[in-house]
């Protein structure tokens, strides 16, 4: 089982990004998919989600009407594309996945950095 992610960089203020997070090993729309991040000296927060067919997603208040979550199961892939990007978005972006029947997440990528500059 593998979640990788994608994309991160280094964006100014106000700058885009997509990221990407590509699964292996597992039934992959069997799952929904979400992001997480993680800045330094603080816990890991929810960012958003989207349900294994896609239809139904969910959002962090600090970055609803900014990112947009989506996933294309042909691809096995989803995506977080991050637009008017804050210094405060700042963070180590994680995917991660939960089966349709469960309530955690059982599988986790790597990380990707994302740095925001002012």
């Known amino acids: 089982v593998q979640l990788v992610e994608s994309g991160g960089g280094l964006v100014q203020a106000g700058g885009s990004l997509r990221l990407s997070c590509a699964a292996s090993?597992?039934?992959?729309?069997?799952?929904?998919i979400g992001w997480f991040r993680q800045a330094p000296g603080k816990e890991r927060e929810f960012v958003a989600a989207v349900s294994w067919s896609g239809v139904d997603t969910s959002y962090a208040a600090s970055v609803k009407g900014r990112f947009t979550i989506s996933r294309d199961n042909a691809k096995n892939t989803v995506y977080l594309q991050m637009n008017s990007l804050k210094p405060e978005d700042t963070a180590v972006y994680y995917c991660?996945?939960?089966?349709?029947?469960?309530?955690?997440?059982?599988?986790w990528g790597q990380g990707t950095q994302v740095t925001v500059s002012s």
């Open positions: 991660a996945a939960r089966p349709r029947s469960g309530s955690g997440y059982d599988y």
């Open positions: 090993g597992f039934t992959f729309d069997n799952y929904a």
